[in-house]
């Protein structure tokens, strides 16, 4: 009966808030050595007790009924056990002896808290083998000490399933969110082996398994909210707690997965909001954002071309208005980079090859008049002024001229124009001197002779005999009439 009353204040003890069965077994490991020594205290006693019971007290028996009246011996006669039943005496005293060490054996290995069963019909096999015992009734003493001896046994043989089925049963009731079932088993496990890992991770995870399922329960609910950021985090939160609780890992992952959708679809949406603005430097940052969340999204990648199609076609389009303007300004040069720009991104828009080609001829056209203009002088050559003309002919042919381009036609013209007006040049000589006009005319010697000479630059010479020739350009101003040239050899050879 007293096992039976330790048994409910033990199983009291499980379920106590103040001290779980787990500590109350890590303590008692730290005081294993002193129970060791109380054993072998009380296994001496008993032992004691024992040779006590045995032969003493009989002698002491047999002394005082040695001093009884004969009377009172013949009234309570002592039955002598035969010599069978005392050869049973030292072997049921040894195995009562090896009886007591494995009942404290077994003790620390927790059978207090999973064997109760068991541990009830050994101890009555040991009280009925004591109570023969004193009886002297040795060999069934011997008899109920062994049978206790084999449960114990079979009890020893049977922790290894035990401590599985623990195991075992203490993960499915946290699975099953079996709080109470979860932390029983865990600390029967612990009963048998303290120092067990697994035993004391799923402990602790059994004592944590509310927070972990009502941070569960509020991620799941936040989930199905489409808070999936909230979700998240009260995912996490029960994760930090118990790193292996896999509706947790489950709910994050799902939470992830629909966070990431969710992401995905607003950066799309926005992205193509800011493409209708072109706004492309924003839409293309969200739309890479998108692509990192899903690399494989034919969505983000269709995306992503639309945006670099209306890209170019929104720089061409500038280019082309850019180059348009530099054309009305008469910015040649500008306007060949704009068009060049614009067939490097793309070589096959023929408009802007057709615009490329006008401009060059602008440039050249341009090149060409400012090139003639300055070679004004020189109109007196008819092979010059015969380019120059040409190049008036090409520049009046222009459809739209421009201020610049009219104001160079007008220069050009005019230049021509003096060009064509013959202007008297008075020529002076000593008569000796023989004189030629390169590309005019052999004028031969005089004093004075007038030539009507085109406006330009000409080269003249004079020859001698026994004198070095005498050469010299000169240049015939237009619209001064009057001008005078002198040539004369007048050094020795």
Not at 196 to 209: Q, V, Y
């Amino acid at each position: 009966m007293s096992e039976s009353t330790d048994q409910r204040t033990t199983d009291a003890s499980v379920k106590s808030d103040e001290k779980t069965l787990y500590q109350q077994k890590l303590e008692k490991e730290r005081s294993r050595s002193v129970s060791f020594r109380k054993g072998a205290g009380v296994l001496f006693g008993l032992t004691f007790l024992l040779v006590l019971v045995v032969f003493i007290l009989p002698s002491i028996v047999q002394d005082d009924n040695e001093d009884m009246p004969t009377q009172e011996i013949d009234e309570n006669p002592i039955l002598i056990p035969n010599q069978e039943i005392l050869a049973q005496k030292p072997i049921a005293e040894a195995l009562l002896s090896e009886l007591l060490i494995k009942i404290e054996s077994l003790k620390l290995k927790g059978i207090l808290f999973w064997g109760m069963r068991e541990w009830e019909d050994v101890l009555i096999a040991q009280q009925e083998g004591d109570s023969a015992f004193l009886e002297q009734k040795y060999d069934i003493a011997a008899d109920q000490y062994r049978q206790a001896l084999q449960k114990l046994s079979d009890m020893e043989i049977s922790i290894p399933n035990v401590l599985s089925n623990a195991l075992e049963s203490g993960k499915a009731s946290i699975l099953d969110g079996n709080k109470d079932d979860a932390i029983a088993s865990y600390e029967i496990a612990l009963a048998i082996d303290g120092s067990n890992l697994e035993a004391k991770e799923g402990l602790d995870r059994a004592l944590k398994l509310d927070q972990v399922l009502e941070r569960t329960q509020k991620g799941q609910i936040e989930f199905d909210m489409g808070n999936y950021e909230l979700a998240i985090q009260s995912f996490e939160d029960a994760l930090s707690i118990d790193s292996n609780w896999e509706p947790a890992k489950n709910g994050l992952n799902r939470s992830k997965k629909s966070f990431e959708e969710e992401i995905f679809q607003e950066s799309i949406s926005k992205g193509y909001q800011y493409l209708n603005e072109e706004n492309f430097e924003e839409a293309e940052d969200l739309f890479n954002q998108s692509l990192l969340i899903r690399p494989n999204s034919q969505e983000a990648k269709q995306a992503l071309d639309e945006l670099n199609l209306k890209r170019i076609a929104s720089l061409t389009k500038s280019l082309k208005y850019k180059g348009l303007i530099a054309e009305v300004n008469e910015e040649w040069k500008q306007a060949k980079g704009f068009y060049e720009d614009i067939l490097v991104i793309d070589p096959n828009i023929e408009e802007v090859k057709e615009s490329l080609s006008r401009v060059e001829s602008r440039i050249l056209l341009a090149s060409e008049m400012k090139s003639i203009i300055t070679r004004s002088d020189s109109y007196n050559d008819n092979k010059v002024l015969g380019q120059a003309q040409a190049i008036l002919d090409t520049a009046r042919s222009i459809e739209r001229i421009g201020p610049k381009l009219q104001e160079s036609i007008q220069k050009l013209d005019a230049l021509i124009q003096v060009a064509l007006i013959p202007i008297d040049v008075i020529f002076e000589s000593d008569e000796l001197t023989e004189v030629t006009i390169f590309k005019v005319d052999q004028m031969g010697t005089f004093l004075q002779r007038i030539v009507s000479l085109r406006p330009g630059i000409y080269t003249a010479r004079g020859s001698r005999r026994g004198f070095k020739d005498e050469t010299i350009r000169f240049r015939v101003a237009p619209n001064q009439q009057n001008q005078r040239i002198r040539i004369v050899c007048n050094k020795k050879i």
